[in-house]
């Protein structure tokens, strides 16, 4: 029986050493963890660029001098929520799959698995397309994101492969930059129809990896 695929391991974006402090007591992590929340949230309502970090410090409860004491700039605050994402994206596990489901309705559930980081991060994503137009610094970080998320979406097809046939003329490198562009895209949207619009989006991946059966 074939092995299970194995996903990549997520890129260190950002190296803790430049950190000023990684905090290890929980009272630390969670002053940190708010500046990282109250930052998403404000780069969801106004974008990147508009965000001041007093602004961000304020909104979390905290000051400009707790901001310092765990982050160098609004960039690296940035950077540390996107490498957050990606872990998130990663523990999802979306190549564990119930065998005894139907393909389409493995696909459906993987697809809204991974629908629910990628909402709750829409705010990151919209700042982070933002950002990294301007920053060449984050223009090479977003080329190591895209690579990381394409590959790991071609790993999970070539999972998909294990369980049927996939297309002979399937092209899945292009397939999973287009599966990845979707699904940001569809996250950023205000969907009135989320259960319709994933179930959609499910099964136009279905028909674009299978062999059409009888």
């Known amino acids: ?8 391991p997520v890129p260190q974006l950002v190296n803790e050493r430049d950190l000023p ?28 660029e508009t965000v001041k970090i007093e602004e961000i410090a304020t909104h979390a409860g905290s000051g400009v001098g707790t901001f310092y004491a765990y982050f160098r700039s ?29 393909l389409l309705a493995i696909i459906s559930q993987a697809v809204r698995r991974a629908f629910v980081p990628d909402r709750a991060y829409a705010g990151l994503w919209r700042a982070w397309r ?59 949207q205000p969907l009135l129809q989320s259960d319709a619009v994933l179930e959609a989006a499910a099964k136009m991946i279905y028909h674009a990896l299978f062999v059409e059966r009888d």
């Open 1 to 8: 029986m074939p092995t299970k695929a194995q996903l990549l």
């Open 21 to 48: 402090r990684v905090p290890q007591q929980a009272h630390s992590r969670t002053k940190r963890d708010a500046l990282l929340a109250a930052a998403l949230a404000l780069f969801g309502e106004h974008g990147y």
């Open 74 to 102: 609004k960039q690296q605050l940035l950077v540390v929520l996107m490498q957050r994402y990606l872990e998130t994206m990663l523990a999802l596990d979306l190549l564990t799959v119930d065998r005894t489901q139907s």
């Open 130 to 188: 933002e950002a990294a137009v301007v920053d060449p610094d984050l223009t090479a970080i977003d080329r190591q994101i895209t690579a990381w998320m394409d590959t790991n979406v071609v790993v999970l097809i070539e999972n998909f492969a294990m369980l049927a046939p996939l297309r002979s003329d399937l092209d899945r490198q292009a397939t999973a930059t287009v599966m990845n562009a979707m699904l940001l895209q569809l996250s950023q």
